[in-house]
């Protein structure tokens, strides 16, 4: 018996890996969730897509440029995306990729960068609000907001608002907004959305994640009649440079859990679905997982009076108005 395994030791393990990476690609195919099996061609339409150098948004980026759209990485750092743009036109053998600089978490950048794509681009087919921060310590943006609100939220908010009309000059456009199933523990405090009474790192992305939800509701109402449409999604639990601020027992912790994240190209196709779907043509105002509608599980992502309200106290904090 001992020869026996000593001879065959090398198969064994041969069989044992293979085992093993079939296994572990299962695992991945099954909490992996939907796939956007969409053909469809984004020839002589333009797609900005927010946070693109890394993660899923580089991910939607690629699928974009492989479809033959015009893409637009909208990053903070210029060294990261210019670096981005290199990759994704490597990748979709399409070169009309660019970089441009956003930092939204200053709305004087989100002023400027949407001032840039309005003077350059004729029409906007695809807005994907991609980027974001989540659970970082207590910080302000440039203008004083909380960092997580200010961020995921605010400069969405503003930046979509100021590229709205030129959305509506195209034959169809679709706003996609990136939130989280982290919104099922989300609420809205409008007397402190800042955080600035009792700041807790998750509290406060969730009440973010739960304002891309409300945000697109009352964007999706406002837009009924036109030929934009907006929806919001999950993308799913992915391992991503969004999880950086996660501190170091927490990220022990959830090691062993590292075999069941999606991986990015899994965590883009939601917002891939979203963007370029024939299914989703004229649907809005949904959230989507796995590339599916689903209903949310926390009541006050379905409130449009609430909705209404953050919009209004949103405005009011970004001067969209003024």
């Known amino acids: 018996m001992a020869e026996l395994l000593r001879t065959t030791y090398p198969y064994n393990i041969v069989g044992l890996t293979a085992v093993a990476g079939i296994s572990l690609y299962a695992i991945r195919r099954y909490f992996g969730g939907g796939v956007c099996y969409s053909k469809a061609r984004l020839d002589g339409k333009t797609a900005i897509i927010t946070g693109a150098n890394t993660g899923i948004g580089l991910e939607t980026a690629v699928d974009f440029a492989q479809r033959n759209g015009r893409v637009i990485l909208a990053c903070r750092s210029k060294d990261k995306g210019e670096a981005a743009v290199e990759l994704v036109k490597k990748r979709s053998g399409n070169n009309d990729v660019l970089f441009m600089q956003l930092d939204l978490s200053s709305l004087e950048s989100v002023r400027n960068f949407s001032a840039r794509v309005l003077d350059s681009e004729a029409h906007i087919d695809i807005l994907v609000n991609n980027a974001g921060v989540m659970a970082c310590p207590y910080t302000k943006t440039a203008d004083g907001f909380e960092m997580q609100f200010g961020v995921n939220h605010l400069g969405h908010f503003l930046l979509t608002n100021l590229l709205l009309d030129r959305m509506k000059e195209a034959p169809s456009a679709r706003i996609v907004n990136v939130s989280s199933s982290a919104h099922r523990r989300g609420k809205i405090n409008l007397d402190d959305l800042n955080s600035t009474k009792d700041y807790n790192s998750w509290g406060a992305y969730a009440q973010s994640k739960l304002?891309?939800?409300?945000?697109?509701?009352?964007?999706?109402?406002?837009?009924?009649?036109?030929?934009?449409?907006?929806n919001a999604l999950h993308p799913g639990v992915i391992k991503t440079e969004l999880g950086r601020h996660i501190n170091v027992f927490l990220r022990a912790a959830m090691t062993p859990l590292i075999l069941f994240l999606k991986t990015t190209w899994q965590g883009a196709q939601t917002s891939i679905y979203c963007a370029v779907s024939e299914e989703m043509e004229g649907v809005s105002g949904q959230f989507l997982a796995d590339c599916k509608i689903v209903k949310s599980a926390n009541p006050l992502a379905l409130d449009d009076n609430l909705a209404e309200r953050l919009w209004e106290v949103s405005s009011e904090m970004v001067g969209l108005n003024n």
């Open 211 to 230: 304002a891309n939800i409300l945000f697109t509701r009352s964007l999706a109402t406002r837009l009924e009649g036109t030929n934009v449409i907006a």
